[in-house]
């Protein structure tokens, strides 16, 4: 892959995950023996990701510990939100600071990244690169195991990105953006969903639908069950 640089959005407090939540980092919570950290870095680093930002806030101290104690083949730098946490928008803006205008993943390390997903982020790479639009990876919420998710996108056919009322597709936590897509915004605490809206308004934003079974931490009764079910 052309793409060698990526972003794990790992600074949320994780409440819906509590009590375990209260100790450690989401990120460092293990499904099947692994964390969901590990899970997302070896994922990246199979697709050739050599250089990788994790946004940390919440217990970021044992985030960092973690990430020296493993010693990944992959560059790891962890960037802590010190003052105040930043959101999934201001994280990605601070977090991408060195990648300048080059193109990069950004991944939520709450979906299990397994195997299958690896011609899927090709797929977002080639579309991203023949469109020059940012690109987001969408499944069809029959296709969640948590039942939870309402829809948050739909998809027209040209493969953009549209928001309507009867909405058929989630969010995978899984993009492919450069920083053109904040403007002149400046590093403070907001939502990619404001991105995400103006680009939509804009036809700006292209969507890959995954074919994947999709594996979600969204709650503890999630993990709990999760945990107990092997995933291939």
Not at 39 to 57: C, E, T, W
Not at 117 to 131: A, C, M
């Amino acid at each position: 892959m052309r793409v060698k640089k990526a972003i794990i959005l790992g600074a949320g407090f994780g409440k819906r995950m509590r009590p375990i939540t209260k100790k450690i980092p989401k990120p460092l919570v293990k499904i099947n023996g692994i964390t969901l950290l590990e899970n997302s870095i070896k994922f990246l680093s199979s697709l050739g990701i050599k250089d990788i930002v994790i946004n940390a806030h919440h217990l970021h101290k044992e985030m960092t510990n973690f990430v020296k104690r493993k010693k990944f083949s992959s560059k790891i730098r962890v960037v802590v939100e010190k003052r105040k946490i930043l959101d999934t928008g201001g994280g990605i803006l601070n977090a991408s600071r060195k990648f300048k205008k080059q193109i990069f993943f950004v991944l939520n390390p709450d979906t299990l990244w397994r195997k299958g997903y690896k011609k899927e982020f090709r797929k977002l790479e080639k579309v991203y690169i023949k469109n020059k639009k940012p690109t987001i990876l969408i499944v069809s919420k029959n296709k969640s195991f948590d039942r939870s998710f309402k829809g948050d996108f739909n998809l027209n056919f040209k493969s953009e990105v549209l928001r309507q009322k009867n909405n058929k597709f989630i969010y995978t936590g899984a993009q492919i953006m450069n920083r053109s897509v904040f403007k002149k915004t400046k590093i403070k605490p907001f939502s990619i969903n404001k991105v995400w809206d103006e680009l939509i308004k804009n036809k700006e934003l292209m969507g890959v639908t995954s074919r994947q079974k999709f594996f979600h931490i969204n709650s503890y009764k999630i993990y709990k069950k999760l945990n107990k079910k092997l995933i291939d």
